[in-house]
């Protein structure tokens, strides 16, 4: 970082504010992979790979939980890794790289990561590239280490209920924003757009990012996800955490 946010910790409330409006249980879904992050690490500092990591919400969970941990976030929208770069300081560091790209394993340390975790990010990616993302994800945690991944997995059972909880959570969060209880996704970025600090970051944004870049989201049913992570090679696979139409899938390596 070449300099720090001067008010880090309001940009990150106000992430986290945005973002739990989106997603009413967010909080639940981080507790449930951190108790899996304790649940295989022995002592007090676990290393954690914060993966698509953004303003490194999860990594600072972590360290709230485990002062001692050692975290990177690994992200690539600009605007986001400033923020987690002010946020985290000395604490851990903030990687620029390209999950689409097989190449991202290079920029990490060397060490094997005793946990990696990620949570709605994922979806941008198509199948295929999340299927071998899944094998390079493996490759560097540690044997017993775990990989975590919360986003949009439906219950393929039910998919009638699964269709009405989405759209309930839709009419709920409409209404927050109708009452100015919550800024939405484009209000966030409008605002971020307008921050002395952050603007210059946002215009990089737009080139990572472009408006006329088309974006098919991928959210396959949770058992397409266990099936991908068994064939990666990860002895054990499963659901870790469900929250209506959202779940959490975990591997352990």
Same mark, same amino acid.
């Given at each position: 970082m070449s300099a720090y946010l001067k008010n880090p910790v309001v940009w990150q409330e106000s992430w986290d504010r945005q973002q739990q409006a989106f997603m009413p249980d967010r909080e639940e879904r981080f507790a449930a992979m951190l108790d899996a992050v304790a649940a295989v690490t022995e002592g007090d500092a676990p290393r954690l790979l914060d993966l698509a990591g953004g303003t490194g919400s999860i990594s600072l969970r972590l360290l709230a939980r485990f002062p001692r941990a050692r975290v990177t976030v690994l992200d690539q929208d600009p605007v986001l890794m400033a923020?987690?770069?002010?946020?985290?300081? %000395? @604490?851990?560091?903030?990687?620029d790289a390209d999950l689409s790209d097989s190449g991202w394993r290079a920029k990490l340390p060397a060490e094997p990561f005793d946990a990696v975790l990620t949570a709605t990010a994922l979806h941008w990616l198509p199948a295929d590239r999340i299927s071998a993302l899944y094998a390079e994800i493996r490759e560097v945690l540690r044997p017993g280490g775990v990989f975590a991944n919360a986003d949009h997995m439906e219950d393929e059972d039910l998919p009638e209920l699964s269709e009405k909880l989405r759209d309930h959570r839709a009419a709920e969060r409409d209404a927050r924003y109708a009452a100015g209880a919550a800024?939405?996704?484009?209000?966030?970025? %409008? @605002?971020a757009a307008a921050d002395e600090q952050l603007a210059p970051k946002a215009a990089q944004r737009a080139l990572v990012y472009p408006a006329n870049r088309h974006h098919q989201e991928w959210n396959p049913p949770v058992t397409w996800h266990v099936e991908?992570?068994?064939?990666?090679?990860?002895?054990?696979?499963?659901?870790?955490?469900?929250g209506g139409p959202d779940a959490a899938v975990a591997g352990i390596r």
């Open positions: 923020i987690a770069g002010s946020s985290l300081r %000395d @604490r851990g560091s903030v990687i800024t939405s996704w484009p209000q966030w970025w %409008d @605002r991908m992570l068994r064939q990666a090679g990860f002895r054990e696979a499963g659901v870790l955490w469900r």
